[in-house]
């Protein structure tokens, strides 16, 4: 596979990772979850700029031929309201993963060096995002209200502070 197929490939990738942190995004009540869930969302964005202009300058006058449907369908899952919360970030999660080693696969396919090190940046990212999503899915194993509340505060009658 040649760059400019990589670089379509991966804009695709990050074109569907913030369909599903902007579909996850609508099924939380959750505040500070879905502050979590823009945030991922806008990474994802940033990426497929970076991609872009990264595709711009190392094939000026060439079109980014990116691919209509995802290059890695999620089997068995699908983005709709029936499917359960916790599926969905797993989902996220699968395909963080995915990105990191298609972003290292692509880097070794790369001889461009700044390219090399935008993939490079890119994988190292896609796994930041992972643990990101790892620890919200031990919080919804832990709590399943956990996204479905408006305020979610654990223990908040455990404990008291104070004289």
Do not use: C
Not at 7 to 22: F, G, H, K, S
Not at 45 to 71: M, S, Y
């Amino acid at each position: 596979m040649k760059a400019p197929e990589i670089l379509a490939m991966a804009v695709r990738a990050e074109m569907d990772a913030a369909d599903i942190y902007n579909h996850l995004r609508g099924r939380v009540k959750n505040e500070v979850l879905i502050q979590k869930l823009q945030f991922l969302a806008n990474e994802e964005v940033r990426h497929k700029a970076i991609l872009e202009r990264l595709f711009r300058d190392k094939f000026p006058g060439q079109t980014l031929a990116v691919p209509t449907k995802p290059v890695r369908p999620a089997k068995g899952v699908s983005l709709d309201d029936a499917t359960p919360v916790a599926d969905l970030f797993k989902l996220a999660m699968g395909k963080e993963k995915e990105a990191e080693e298609f972003y290292k696969g692509a880097k070794a396919v790369v001889e461009d060096p700044v390219g090399r090190k935008i993939l490079d940046y890119l994988s190292r990212v896609e796994r930041s995002h992972y643990y990101i999503l790892k620890s919200e899915i031990d919080l919804l194993d832990r709590f399943p209200e956990y996204f479905d509340a408006d305020e979610f505060h654990v223990g908040q009658d455990l404990f008291h502070i104070g004289a």
